[in-house]
């Protein structure tokens, strides 16, 4: 019985706290990617919202994203048109709306990303980033934890 405890507490123990970082490279253009795993940010009954952390470097030059999922769980798909962070308007860019998730029926997701300057993403390494997102099908709020941006900027050093 002891042993079970000894090695559930190191099981435990090992666990980080961190979300995986991925880092890979692009032999054709040239651009460096450190990326966290998708995090869950937002799950109600109306629609679930994931997002990651990344940093792409280049010839020298290094910008900062948050990329963002919204998927909603009720009839039509996401159009957001703004995201703010408290009172600011963040500077957020829709990549593209697929079908997504097609187990039961497909859903329109709309994935796209925040960019961000390096020290504004230092900034949210420490405090995180609370989210508004206001779309013509719904409002949402929610925050990205600081753990995304400082594992993105762990890897990064």
Same mark, same amino acid.
């Given at each position: 019985?002891?042993?079970?405890?000894?090695?559930?507490?190191?099981?435990?123990? $090992?666990?980080?706290?961190?979300?995986?970082?991925?880092?890979?490279?692009? #032999?054709?253009?040239?651009?460096?990617?450190?990326?966290?795993?998708? &995090?869950?940010?937002?799950? *109600? *009954?109306?629609?679930?919202?994931?997002? !990651?952390? /990344?940093? /792409?470097?280049? #010839?020298?030059?290094?910008?900062?994203?948050?990329?963002? $999922?919204?998927? !909603?769980?009720?009839? *039509?798909?996401? /159009?957001?048109?703004?995201? &703010?962070?408290?009172?600011?308007?963040? #500077?957020?860019? !829709?990549?593209?709306?697929?079908?997504?998730?097609?187990? #039961?029926?497909?859903?329109?997701?709309?994935?796209?990303?925040?960019?961000?300057?390096?020290?504004?993403?230092?900034?949210? $390494?420490?405090?995180?980033?609370?989210? !508004?997102?206001?779309?013509?099908?719904?409002?949402?709020?929610?925050?990205?934890?600081?753990?995304?941006?400082?594992?993105?900027?762990?890897?990064?050093?």
């Amino acid at each position: 019985m002891r042993l079970y405890l000894v090695i559930a507490c190191l099981i435990l123990s $090992s666990c980080s706290t961190k979300p995986p970082v991925t880092k890979g490279i692009d #032999d054709w253009t040239g651009f460096t990617h450190v990326m966290t795993a998708e &995090y869950e940010i937002l799950r *109600n *009954n109306t629609a679930i919202m994931t997002a !990651r952390g /990344i940093m /792409i470097t280049r #010839d020298g030059q290094r910008g900062f994203a948050v990329l963002t $999922s919204l998927r !909603r769980l009720v009839p *039509n798909g996401p /159009i957001i048109r703004h995201m &703010y962070s408290g009172d600011t308007q963040l #500077d957020y860019h !829709r990549h593209d709306r697929p079908l997504t998730h097609c187990v #039961d029926r497909c859903r329109r997701t709309e994935l796209g990303a925040i960019h961000m300057t390096e020290a504004a993403f230092r900034i949210a $390494s420490q405090t995180g980033m609370p989210l !508004r997102v206001q779309g013509r099908r719904g409002r949402y709020e929610a925050t990205v934890p600081p753990s995304l941006f400082a594992a993105v900027l762990g890897s990064a050093e």
